[in-house]
């Protein structure tokens, strides 16, 4: 079983809106191809309500009034591929050896549906085999106990409660370990390294109202229409009240450019569209911290040139415009004029509340346009027009996303996206925020309930006296370091929280055959994937519950929580019958774990698990301020918010203020080996029918790509320079010194609109390409979104699926 695709590959433009009909049939395809038309729709009815369960796909904001039906295209295949009827079962593990579901695809893996029973590997029959739980937890104990507790790592995909997430990260470190790896950390991880230092706080400060109240919306490296699509409701809001939406992107997104709302008869009907972007600028990859400067160099400079001189009258813009960059100049500063202001940037803001601005002015000052238009891709012109439309709004909201954070310069981007909102004060008043568009659906809140490496991030001390136990005090493996350790033999056991650790880190290749020699690996999952058939030499499968099902415990059913994205909490109750009678839920699969390593302890495992609401006392023990009477507000309507200082402008930094970082360069320096002619900047994408890892089909429909993953997109003038055709099977390899030797093989090329000198393919399948030492060395973030690598004709190669 290969994986490929039934259908031969098809490359077509679309040129329908993101939503529209297209979306409306998908769902109802989804639901077939899960095999539950019936059951489907009744539950989809609860999907993101007050008092339904959360959608397990991305982290968008709960609202108090949700529309009728509050979910997505994308929630809804989310939702089907966890209530699927399909089954990986006892019998379906008899009958495939692991040697053989090693050779299939990612999609193949998942789609044989839920997981039903714990299983244990095999060596003598190269089998997954039926285990009873309490022997598997008596048995990894064991394990556990005999090794050291730095050789352990405890990785957490970003799905867990806080319920889970707490009581596991807990584990972790009355074991000893602060090893806690988890998907944060090859996501927003610069977020929460930036934000602190520019603005304290370690999460976006926008909320919903926000969106509600803005006259402008930056949205930065984001792919809407697929990642969080319920966040295009408001921005199709916001666009109907005339809100000017400026997009920076690396690519022709078309959730970025039109939506139709497929909830909305109307417009399904009078095939009305919402023109999304008012401005969209094409940056190339890598070159956002140019753009950005360029912004805040025209906001800066014609600032300077309006304080001097109390005019209109703005640097290299005499008043006859001489060419269009003049034009735009002119043309800002003479509405800036007609509004009877003298200066453009907040002054009064800058000066109550941050420090760094003239140093950071002066550098932006230096960098020369010509420089600033090189790296970004975007002319002169462009990054003023777009400074006109900030200056021109009065409360602007900057949203973003991976493409900013998973570079080598990550970091240096989210404090640039800081520095433009400072500019104008745009933190801490209606309308305005930042809003890092979360991945996960609780990504954020994992980390606010002590799941993180950093020890001084965790309440040690708290934790220390609530439980009577002494935390380890040493800095733990963030992803990254986790891969390190497991490639030098010195990590011994992965225990996963779900996730598939395997295939979303970089060096896929060298991991794989590293992650064989592992003593013991232990995935608590719902659905198989690589990261459980490649495996260690003692393996477990502990199948769970999914957050959709019913949680039936010993005091009753059980709801549990998330935060969103807009920092939000929000209970979640199951609504579905669980997959298998053998699933046991997460929080009961870790106090088995914990019990069986630990031994006797102060914390009440059995109690918890037998009543969530516990948990969450103990969760508001530990964090007085965040979680004040946690379980009364559990089912608040538009969730209960999180305590943010920065909302009402308290920065919590080492200066009490805000703070102006500039960054030291505008792109990495790379030692690219190799002919350079062939050079091109790699990023790489998530398709329409996938969950990061989870591959759902092979139809990327708002890129007109169905069939296949295996594809590059190229910029027309590069193929034909190149000496290729649209169609043609490529290979691509990394172009970095001491990387040698990464190639990935046989992807077909599509024209498609993405600057030159830049490419982009699916994520995972370029995995392999990325080196791990490719990150940023301050946020440890891997640079998925910017690699060089070296193309190549395929030579007997074909494109395979998987
Ligand atoms: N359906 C679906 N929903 C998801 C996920 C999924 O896989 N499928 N994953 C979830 C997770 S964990 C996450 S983190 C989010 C991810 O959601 P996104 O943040 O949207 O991440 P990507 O899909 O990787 O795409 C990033 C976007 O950045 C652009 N880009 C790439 N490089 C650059 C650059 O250098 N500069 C600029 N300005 N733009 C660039 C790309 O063109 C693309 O539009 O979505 C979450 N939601
Ligand atoms: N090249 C490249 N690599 C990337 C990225 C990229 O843009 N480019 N993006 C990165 C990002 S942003 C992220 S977040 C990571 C994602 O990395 P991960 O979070 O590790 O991966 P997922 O694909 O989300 O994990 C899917 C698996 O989770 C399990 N699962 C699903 N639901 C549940 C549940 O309710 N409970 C439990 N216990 N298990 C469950 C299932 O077994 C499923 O197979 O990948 C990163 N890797
Ligand atoms: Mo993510």
Not at 571 to 595: D, H, Q, Y
Not at 758 to 778: G, I
Request: hydrophobic content about 35%; overall charge neutral.
């Amino acid at each position: 079983m290969t994986g490929n695709p039934k259908n031969p590959p098809k490359i077509r433009a679309y040129d329908g809106p993101a939503g529209g009909w297209g979306s409306a049939r998908s769902v109802g395809e989804v639901l077939l191809r899960e095999h539950i038309p019936a059951k489907g729709p009744n539950l989809l009815a609860h999907q993101n309500k007050p008092d339904g369960y959360m959608c397990v796909s991305c982290a968008w904001a709960k609202p108090a009034k949700p529309h009728p039906l509050e979910f997505c295209e994308n929630g809804a295949k989310a939702t089907a591929w966890e209530v699927t009827d399909r089954r990986a079962d006892v019998e379906f593990f008899a009958r495939h050896s692991l040697t053989e579901l090693a050779s299939w695809s990612d999609h193949d893996l998942e789609e044989q549906g839920r997981l039903t029973q714990p299983m244990r590997f095999n060596p003598d029959s190269d089998r997954y085999e039926p285990v009873e739980w309490e022997a598997a937890f008596a048995e990894i104990g064991r394990e556990l106990r005999a090794l050291a507790p730095e050789q352990v790592d405890f990785y957490t995909s970003g799905r867990a409660s806080l319920e889970a997430s707490y009581m596991y990260q807990l584990f972790a470190r009355m074991y000893g370990s602060n090893n806690l790896p988890d998907s944060s950390n090859m996501c927003h991880e610069s977020s929460s390294v930036a934000l602190p230092e520019s603005i304290g706080a370690s999460v976006g400060t926008a909320i919903l109202s926000d969106f509600q109240n803005c006259d402008c919306i930056f949205y930065i490296a984001q792919n809407v229409g697929t990642s969080s699509p319920r966040l295009l409701h408001d921005l199709q809001d916001a666009a109907d009240r005339g809100v000017r939406i400026v997009t920076i992107n690396l690519l022709r997104e078309r959730g970025l450019e039109r939506f139709k709302n497929p909830q909305a008869p109307s417009q399904m009907l009078s095939g009305k569209e919402t023109i999304i972007s008012t401005e969209y600028y094409q940056v190339r990859n890598g070159g956002d911290t140019a753009a950005l400067f360029g912004i805040c160099k025209a906001l800066i400079e014609t600032d300077d040139a309006l304080r001097l001189t109390g005019t209109s009258k703005v640097t290299g813009a005499d008043a006859e415009p001489k060419d269009q960059t003049n034009a735009a100049q002119v043309a800002y500063a003479a509405s800036i004029a007609a509004a009877d202001k003298k200066h453009i940037l907040d002054h009064d803001f800058i000066k109550e509340h941050t420090t760094g601005f003239e140093q950071f002015a002066s550098i932006t000052r230096a960098h020369s346009w010509e420089e600033l238009e090189r790296v970004s891709g975007l002319s002169r012109q462009q990054m003023e027009q777009a400074a006109n439309t900030y200056a021109n709004a009065q409360a602007v909201v900057i949203a973003y996303g991976m493409g900013v954070t998973q570079h080598i310069m990550g970091v240096d981007n989210v404090h640039m996206i800081a520095n433009l909102a400072l500019l104008r004060g745009n933190i801490g008043k209606p309308g305005a925020n930042i809003c890092a568009v979360r991945g996960h659906s609780n990504v954020q809140g994992q980390r606010t309930v002590g799941i993180t490496e950093k020890p001084g991030l965790a309440p040690l001390d708290k934790l220390a006296q609530l439980y009577r136990f002494e935390p380890p005090r040493w800095m733990g493996h963030s992803t990254v370091e986790t891969c390190g350790a497991i490639l030098r033999g010195e990590s011994r056991a992965f225990i996963g929280l779900g996730g598939n650790f395997l295939r979303a880190v970089p060096d896929t290749d060298l991991m794989e055959k590293a992650w064989r020699k592992l003593r013991l690996t232990v995935a608590i999952a719902t659905k198989l994937n690589r990261s459980h058939v490649v495996h260690g030499e003692i393996a477990y499968l502990l199948p769970c519950l999914g957050r959709l099902e019913i949680d039936e415990q010993e005091s009753g059913p059980q709801a549990v929580s998330i935060e969103s994205s807009i920092a939000h909490f929000h209970g979640s109750r199951g609504r579905a019958t669980p997959a298998s009678t053998g699933l046991r839920s997460e929080p009961a699969i870790i106090a088995g774990l914990a019990k069986a390593t630990l031994g006797a302890t102060a914390v009440p495992w059995d109690r918890w698990v037998a009543n969530y609401a516990e948990i969450r006392d103990a969760i508001e023990e530990t964090y007085p301020e965040t979680f004040k009477n946690f379980n009364k507000r559990l089912f608040q309507p538009g969730g209960f918010p999180r305590p943010l200082p920065a909302r009402e402008r308290k920065w919590v930094t080492p200066t009490g203020k805000a703070n102006f970082i500039a960054p030291a360069r505008l792109f990495p320096e790379f030692d690219i080996r190799g002919d350079t002619s062939r050079l091109l900047y790699l990023a790489t994408l998530r398709s329409n029918d996938q969950f990061n890892t989870t591959v759902y089909g092979y139809s990327d429909r708002f890129r007109g790509v169905e069939g296949t993953r295996m594809v590059v997109f190229m910029n027309g003038e590069d193929i034909r320079r190149l000496g290729f055709v649209e169609g043609e099977s490529i290979d691509l390899h990394t172009a970095l010194a001491d990387a040698a030797g990464r190639q990935i093989s046989g992807l077909r090329i599509i024209e498609y609109a993405i600057p030159e000198g830049c490419c982009a393919a699916y994520y995972p399948e370029a995995n392999p390409l990325f080196p791990l030492a490719h990150h940023d060395k301050k946020s440890k973030t891997p640079s998925y979104k910017l690699l060089p690598v070296l193309v190549s004709r395929s030579i007997g190669t074909t494109a395979v699926d998987g």
